[in-house]
């Protein structure tokens, strides 16, 4: 829409927020659009081999994901309006108007961050599994099985994996096979590493894998269950018991939670005086990074 200093990336520009007290907001929450590529691919079979009493059964599962996707916080801007603009500063408490405020072109705030490119992992699961279902008589099934999964940890896409070890002096933990992590994967990294380069280590100087958590090798997920019918046919008493693991999601080490490549900045005009801050150039020029202030862990 033609404001200076958001919209970063023309790729993915959409309208900004604007944010109005008491009224509804315009525009979409700042992390439009969103644009996702994910690819699973599967490999499995099974076997089911009857003797006697027993019905036995194995397989497997090879289980590969690709998940690719853009997200950020507020790259395409936001600006609220609270009315503090046109309040009389004698009774603030009963003057001022949000709209007041937009229709002169003068936000009380307004916020901007990285633009969104793309993040994600990939990995592969190896599962496999024995159960049987034995008949033990007439009126009871038990059923007995065992899976063993390996689901490991998903690599970051150009190595965005990161985690945060509030032991280390260091506490930011970013995905590299050497000392050195590539600020080119995400616009803007190299403002987040000049800021905050002293709290950022990569998983090789930390002596972590390149997923940066260790992985679980010992996801074994029994399973077992049963079929009674104790007083004939009209009643089945049913039962079982299982260990069951969840694979990662993307909502924590592969999302935008981390610095160097997620940064955002909210700069508060001043006011009680003609605002030198207007929609017009609300940021005056000043290069993206240089109102953030100290970290907030949270």
Known sequence: VGLPGINLND?????????????????Q???????????????????????????LKFGGRVYRRNILFTDARTHNGSYGFTGVMTQNPAAAAS???AFADFLLGFPANSGRSN????????????HG????????????????????????????YRNQAAAFDPTRAKS?????????IDLSSQRLADVGYALFGDLIQTSSQAGLPLNITKNDTKQIAPRLGFAWRPFGDRTVVRGGYGTFYEAEGTSGRLNFNFLPFSLSETVTAAVNNVPPRTLADFYQGVPFGTAVGTVGWI
């Not at 790729?11 to 525009?27: K, V, W, Y």
């Not at 099985?145 to 690599?155: D, I, N, S």
């Not at 930011?172 to 050195?180: A, K, N």
């Open 95 to 97: 003057t001022g108007d």
């Open 172 to 180: 930011i933990i970013v995905s590299s096979e050497t000392d050195t």
């Open 11 to 27: 790729a993915t520009s959409a309208f900004p927020q604007f944010t109005f007290q008491n009224i509804r907001n315009l525009g």
């Open 29 to 55: 929450n700042g992390n439009q659009p969103l644009i996702t590529n994910q690819n699973d691919f599967q490999i499995f079979d099974n076997v089911t081999w009857i003797k006697g009493p027993h019905i």
């Open 129 to 156: 599994f024995v159960q049987d279902d034995l008949k033990v008589s007439n009126s009871l099934t038990i059923n007995l099985g065992v899976r063993y999964e390996f689901t490991p940890w998903l690599t970051g």
């Open 115 to 126: 633009p969104a490119t793309w993040w994600g992992g990939y990995g592969t699961y190896w």
